[in-house]
Every structure is written in structure tokens, then in C-alpha cells.
């Protein structure tokens, strides 16, 4: 079953707050685990991403924490701010050479940060 | 760079009528993808061309969709005859590498 679960599905934090949002997995063939941000009207963009070779990852104010041996993995927004109020996704793939790399995704979560 | 392009934005059609979607990828990107989120639900792969051959058809949901993507350039997506069930946003992607994907604004349907 290739499934990726994504919680919650709404979140409320206040500006300056830390936004914490999970995923877990249970096909261990993926190898690539993108987080994309969706803001209303537009297509969803590519955030920041990881390998299961790696436990952490960290673009500026977002990081992905990775627990391979759990299959999950999680987006961390620092400082949260109201810009960065939008759906955020989890995905995960299969990239390897004779795979179509097609995106796995969660279920969505609605980020809204109070000013 | 101009991104990755969908027509029409908006559809309202009839159930049974013929619907057709467009997807214009970033120039020079051999992958493409269409995926649809269905209201409150999550997004799903439909499926992906290299150039023009289709690679993996496994999304899609039966055979009232045909996807097609001439000269490996841009893609239409057409669903004949649309159903209520088929309401959702169609969005397109397309990739150099297969990792990252730059998805399109997405093309809003409704059967009504």
C-alpha cells in the first residue's frame, strides 16, 4: 500500500510560534521526501526536500526532521510568520533509475499564523 | 523561465459533455505529470510521460480519461464523457529530473 499519512490537518499558531507538521510512510522503497507549500490559487511549490540517508535538513527558517527506522518525517517552521500561511503537503517518491518518480502525497495541512 | 502553464484555469461543463485540459511544461523538461485533488482530499498521480511515451498510467481513473503529449511538447488531458465524480482540480508538472517537479496553477473542474 503505498500511502503517506499527514497530521493534523489544520493548525492555528501565533506569529513568532513554531509550526510542526507530520508524516508518516509505509512503503520503505521511497527515497525522496519533498515538502511542497500551496498558497490559495496557485499550484503547489517545492519547500525543501530529504533522502533517508539523512536525518535532518535545514533551508533558513524550515527543516525536515527524518526518522527512517519509524518511517516519518516532519516539517519544522521556525519564527513563524503570516506569510507563511498556506496548505503544506508531504510527498514522498521513488526516484531510483527504472521508477517514475511519481509523488505520493498527504492529506494536507492548513497552516494559519496569527499575526 | 516561464513556468509550467494550464488551460483553461476554470471549467463548468455538464455531466457527459467532453472536457479538455492543457498543460504547457517549462521548456526543455522531459517529465510530465498530471495528479487531481478531489475536494478535501489528498492530491493524486494520474500519470507520466517521458517526451511522448507514456511511462505509468496507474492513476488514472478509467477509460473516460485519454491523456496525450505531442512531439513531447505540451499535453492535453481530456475526459470524455466528465461524471460528477470527476470535479476536482487537475493539476500538471513537469520535471528534468524527476525530484523536483514544478507544478502548474491547476485547471478547476465542475460537473455539474
Known amino acids: 500500500q503505498q500511502q503517506v499519512k499527514q497530521s493534523p490537518q489544520s493548525l492555528i499558531v501565533q506569529k513568532g510560534g513554531i509550526s510542526i507538521i507530520n508524516c508518516a510512510y509505509e512503503?520503505?522503497?521511497?527515497?525522496?521526501f519533498p515538502w511542497y507549500q500551496q498558497f490559495p490559487g496557485k499550484g503547489p511549490a517545492l519547500l525543501i526536500a530529504?533522502?533517508?540517508?539523512?536525518s535532518e535538513k535545514k533551508e533558513g527558517r524550515f527543516t525536515i526532521s527524518f526518522n527512517k527506522s519509524a518511517k516519518q518525517f516532519s516539517l519544522h517552521i521556525m519564527d513563524s510568520q503570516p506569510g507563511d500561511s498556506a496548505t503544506y503537503f508531504c510527498?514522498?517518491?521513488?526516484?531510483?533509475?527504472?521508477?517514475?518518480?511519481?509523488?505520493?502525497f498527504g492529506q494536507g495541512t492548513t497552516l494559519q499564523v496569527k499575526p | 523561465e516561464a513556468g509550467v502553464t494550464q488551460f483553461p484555469s476554470h471549467s463548468v461543463i455538464e455531466k457527459g459533455q467532453t472536457v479538455t485540459l492543457r498543460c504547457d511544461p517549462i521548456s526543455g523538461h522531459d517529465n510530465l505529470y498530471w495528479y487531481r485533488r478531489v475536494m478535501g482530499k489528498e492530491i493524486k498521480f494520474l500519470l507520466h510521460f517521458v517526451k511522448e511515451s507514456k511511462q505509468d498510467e496507474s492513476g488514472m481513473p478509467n477509460n473516460r480519461f485519454l491523456a496525450e503529449r505531442t512531439g513531447g511538447t505540451y499535453s492535453t488531458l481530456k475526459v470524455q464523457p466528465a461524471e460528477l465524480e470527476d470535479s476536482g482540480v487537475y493539476f500538471c508538472a513537469s520535471s528534468q529530473d524527476r525530484r523536483e517537479q514544478f507544478f502548474g496553477p491547476g485547471t478547476r473542474l465542475t460537473v455539474l
Open positions: 510527498a514522498a517518491s521513488n526516484v531510483g533509475s527504472s521508477n517514475t518518480g511519481k509523488l505520493i
Open positions: 512503503n520503505t522503497a521511497f527515497d525522496y
Open positions: 530529504i533522502r533517508p540517508d539523512v
